[in-house]
Structure formats: C-alpha cells, structure tokens
C-alpha cells in the first residue's frame, strides 16, 4: 500500500514538471478589443473566433520567456504574412523568482523585456497589433508570436479566426467597368449652342420654302 502511495506521489510530482516546462513560458493575460487598459480579465484571450468592426484596434498583454534565452520582440501573422506591434515592453524579472521557473532553470536574466504591454494608459497601455485597424471587410487567421535574439519562436496565440466588419471581402468581380472613350463629356453650354444651331437650321428651311411658295 506504501509503495503505492509514494509511485502516485511521484507521479503527481512528474506530471506538475512536466506541466510548468510545457506551458510556463508564456503567460498570455488579456487580449482586447478597442480597450488600452487591463480590465482584470483575460477579455478574448482564450476565444478562438474575435469579431471587431472596420477601424477597431486589438490590444494584447502578457510575457513569453525561455531558459537561456533573450526576448528580441513580439510579431503577428495576418494570414501567414508577419506584420509588427507596437514598441511597448517591459522587464518582469520577479517571475523569475517564483520556485516553479527557478526548478524549470529560468534566471532573471530571461525576463528582460518579457512583458508585452503595461497595465494602465498612463503607465503606456496595451500593445496593439499594428494595422488590424486598416483591415478592411473579411475573414482573417491571426497568429501572435514571441520572438527570440536567436531566431527560435514561441506561439503566443495561435490561428485564431478574426472577423471584420460583415466577414465578407468585396468581390472584384462585381465591379463594373465602363469603357473608356476620348470624347469629352457634353457641356451645358455646348448643348445649349447646338439646340440654337438646329433652331436656326428649321428657321432658315422655313424660310426658304416660303420663299419658293411666294415664287409661284
């Protein structure tokens, strides 16, 4: 019974290890829409499908770090293609003094520009992913990626569906071209004078078969 008790016990000490290596590395804590503050939730951070309409921005907040590794900066993917965020860092060296991350081998040295955004507007607000305000009516995949010095990555957020406006982009094809023609468009003016030209032709035809009449 004893030895059973002490493989479960180590069991359960495993499994928590292997949970702070697999997962500790991140800590993703708020991810929001047209909101420049922490509002003491984690807002869509969890969602896998974030609606915004044409014009709105989304701020994120949180820290990614690894053992032995410095923090370059923090990316995002609009449809494969990587795009920036805003320049908004911060150290968060006292994580490092958790027992969890010093057992895993963190240092402090590994938090040096962890945080990704700050608390508070006045303290510098949220990061924002840069240009999802100029994205027009559509469906998106959107990843959110830390970057290392080194070249390795660390997903933050990975492809999640961000819908714009109606969801919808604007078919090309219904556009409808008009040809083109060199010929200027008719003026008041010139309209005018060419009603007085006809005028004047009538006029004058009138004119000449009443003479011929008056002739006989």
């Known amino acids: 019974m004893k030895k059973i008790i002490i493989a479960l016990v180590l069991t359960v000490f495993m499994v928590a290890a292997l949970g702070v290596t697999a997962f500790a590395n991140v800590g993703f804590d708020a991810l929001y829409v047209d909101v420049n503050s922490y509002q003491g939730n984690a807002g869509h951070a969890l969602d896998a499908e974030i609606s915004v309409e044409v014009g709105q921005k989304l701020f994120i907040l949180g820290w990614f770090a690894e053992p032995g590794k410095t923090v370059d900066k923090v990316v995002w993917t609009l449809d494969g293609v990587e795009k920036d965020c805003a320049d908004n860092y911060r150290d968060r060296t006292e994580i490092a003094d958790l027992a969890a991350f010093k057992e895993a081998g963190f240092s402090a040295d590994d938090f040096v520009k962890a945080g990704f955004g700050k608390d508070t507007v006045d303290q510098g607000g949220l990061m924002e ?87 006989f």
């Open 129 to 215: 992913l840069l240009g999802v305000d100029a994205l027009t009516d559509g469906t998106y995949t959107v990843s959110i990626i830390g970057k290392f010095t080194d070249g390795s990555t660390t997903p933050i957020k990975e492809d999640f569906t961000l819908i714009v406006g109606t969801g919808v982009a604007a078919d090309p094809q219904q556009t409808v071209d008009r040809p083109a023609t060199n010929e200027p468009a008719p003026q008041t003016g010139d309209a005018s004078v060419a009603m007085l030209a006809v005028i004047a032709v009538l006029a004058l035809s009138a004119v000449v078969v009443f003479v011929k009449k008056r002739a």
